[in-house]
Every structure is written in structure tokens, then in C-alpha cells.
């Protein structure tokens, strides 16, 4: 049972336009979530993050939405630039960091390719 | 700073044959993982660590064994490999207090 979705396998966008990545969870206990950008030959790295007590996050070009009612969030890049072309991972760690160590889940993926 | 280095980066192994992938890092984390990547899923994690000596399972953890001697290292040894192990390996730290992991590049295993 995937708790946390990434249902478009693939998205394509033109340079300068805005990119909506998206991401449905199952389990109304994560209180945190995390994108992570991953190049290929290389291991993820940590993009931008959203705890549930605030329903957006900006840094940059990258905004994070969170919607809890509909347990929804989406990953937001404007503009779009080819270098942003990668795989995008939704994660949420599996309750709170009350100083243990939580699993994370992982959605599967979205491929993002910015064209020129 | 190296960050998460991981060792090696390919490796093909056959039915039976057993290997140590290596993890080491020097950002001082307690935390440290290992994850498998694998077509249309997303990362799972097969063992981690709080601490050195301290190493638990996670969700797909046959087949494997780990150790934590030291902070910097944490090695994943497949025990008898199956073709069910080819896979691209990750490895993880987590300082304790933030959510945010740092991975390694990976190592991509072929059993055949």
C-alpha cells in the first residue's frame, strides 16, 4: 500500500513556464514532507521541505504547497530551466522527530524534462 | 568535505556470490540508511542506524546484514546474492534533529 503517490510518471514543460509536480498522501499522521531532486548516475538530494502547520513554503524558484484537507501537496518551479530536468521524490518521514529516527516513505518518482 | 561516498559504483555479481557495498561519511551524522531503488518504486529502506553498534531493519531487509563499528562507516554486505538484488543502492545520513538526508551516488548491482 503506497502511502504516499506520485501519479504522473513523467512531465514535460517549456523553458520559462511553470512545472507542477504533485504529490497524494494516505496517512493523515505525516506532518512533514520533503522533495528531493534526483539526477540520473547520482543520489537524491534534498530540494525544499513543508511541515503541516504551514500550507506553503517558497525558496526561490521552488514553492511547496500543502493542502491537508485533500492531502494533496505539490512542488511548484517558475521559471522552468533546463538544468531543473531530473526525477522529483515526495517524501514524509513517519511521525514526528521527537529525537528517534523515522522511516521515511517515498513516492516513486516524477520524471521532469525542461525543454529549451 | 567528501560528504557520503560510496564504494563501488558498479558491480556485477553472480547467483550465490556475496559482497560488502561500502558507505562512509564525515559529516559527523548518527544517522545513516541504505535504500534500494528500483523501476516504478520508490526508495525502500532495507537496514539504518542511530549510532555506532546500534542497527535495525527496515522495510526490506532479507538478504542483507549491516553493521556500525564507527560513525563514518556503514557497509551493507549481501549475504548470497539473488538476481531479486540487482538494484541501485543508496546511502543515507540524517543528522538527528533535521528531516533532510544526504545521499552518496549510489551503486548499481547486476546479479546475474
Not at chain 1, 20 to 38: A, Q, V
Not at chain 1, 70 to 90: E, R, T, W
Not at chain 2, 37 to 60: C, N
Request: proline share 6%; glycine share 8%.
Amino acid at each position: 500500500d503506497q502511502q504516499v503517490k506520485q501519479n504522473s510518471p513523467s512531465l514535460s514543460v517549456q523553458e520559462g513556464r511553470i512545472s507542477i509536480l504533485n504529490c497524494d498522501y494516505t496517512n493523515s499522521m505525516f506532518d512533514y514532507f520533503l522533495w528531493y531532486k534526483k539526477y540520473p548516475a547520482e543520489g537524491p538530494t534534498f530540494l525544499i521541505s513543508i511541515s503541516s502547520i504551514k500550507d506553503k513554503n517558497e525558496d526561490g524558484r521552488f514553492t511547496v504547497f500543502l493542502n491537508k484537507s485533500a492531502k494533496h501537496l505539490s512542488l511548484h518551479i517558475v521559471p522552468s530551466q533546463p538544468g531543473d530536468s531530473a526525477v522529483y521524490f515526495c517524501a514524509a518521514p513517519q511521525g514526528p522527530n521527537s529525537g528517534g529516527y523515522q522511516k521515511v516513505t517515498f513516492g516513486i518518482g516524477t520524471k521532469l524534462q525542461v525543454i529549451p | 568535505n567528501a560528504g557520503v561516498t560510496q564504494t563501488p559504483k558498479f558491480q556485477v555479481l553472480k547467483t550465490g556470490q556475496s559482497m560488502t557495498l561500502q558507505c562512509a561519511q564525515d559529516m559527523n551524522h548518527e544517522y545513516m540508511s541504505w535504500y534500494r531503488q528500483d523501476p516504478g518504486m520508490g526508495l525502500r529502506l532495507i537496514h539504518y542506524s542511530v549510532g555506532a553498534g546500534i542497527t535495525d531493519q527496515g522495510e526490506v531487509p532479507n538478504g542483507y546484514n549491516v553493521s556500525r563499528s564507527t560513525t563514518e562507516d556503514f557497509p551493507l554486505r549481501l549475504l548470497s546474492a539473488a538476481p531479486s538484488q540487482t538494484s541501485v543502492y543508496f546511502c543515507a545520513t540524517r543528522q538527528g534533529q533535521h528531516y533532510e538526508q544526504y545521499f552518496g551516488p549510489g551503486t548499481r548491482l547486476t546479479v546475474t
